[in-house]
């Protein structure tokens, strides 16, 4: 399955930039160039994921990654990736919730010195940067938006949930993430709206939802409320 949606997916960027390739007069070459460099980049990017190792062991204190639910900031504690759940834990990953990754296109080339980025609106990504084991350079300026918390009616309103999570991939469209008007999305509920308005890109061509795909993975951590 997998395969195939990256076929799709490589056939589709490629259909794009061939589309958007401008002439040399053109006015509007260099922002169809950076269309171009962060398609490329974002194609290359989910290659790595879907084949690339995850959960790979660290020492030191467990990480702590801030996600959206309903608006609100909540904590990822510790985060454990399992590669290919879909297949390999089919029941785990039917009773998982979702964890929408949205990814900001401010790091085409995968660099690791850039450091902390600011949106021309002001935002700065609630992960700038995280670099996950098993998770591509390019992917490393993103938001987390979850479906549940603590407290929310998901696993009952205990200071820390344990839920299973499905790993769901989504790209900001750079003319949306780069406008000086930006608002970035911050709750499960706000996404299927933004992606008809074109707030993301259409990665997954040919299936059901263009904007979203499934990697197949299940990420296991606690999900700690910020007043635990």
Known sequence: MLSIMLTKLVASLQRTRVARRPAQSDPARSTEERWTTIRTGLMAMLLVLFWGHA??????????????????????????????????????????????????????????????????????????????????????????????????????????????????LLMYNPAVALSPTFTPITSASDIDAAEAAGTFLPINSGAENPYEIETGNVLICPLVSPNA
């Not at 702590?64 to 990736?81: A, C, N």
């Not at 940067?129 to 979850?146: E, S, T, W």
């Open 55 to 168: 959960g790979v062991a660290t020492a030191g204190k467990p990480e702590l990654d801030p996600s959206y639910v309903d608006g609100k900031i909540y904590y990822m504690i510790g985060p454990h990736v399992i590669v290919n759940a879909i297949t390999t834990h089919p029941q785990l990953y039917a009773q998982s919730e979702e964890l929408y990754l949205l990814v900001y296109p401010l790091n085409p080339t995968g660099s690791t010195t850039l450091g902390q980025l600011t949106l021309p609106s002001g935002y700065q990504p609630n992960c700038d940067p995280c670099f996950h084991p098993g998770i591509p350079l390019q992917f490393a300026y993103h938001d987390h938006v979850l479906t549940g918390a603590p407290g929310l009616g998901k696993d009952g309103t205990a200071g820390v949930m344990k839920a299973p999570w499905k790993i769901i």
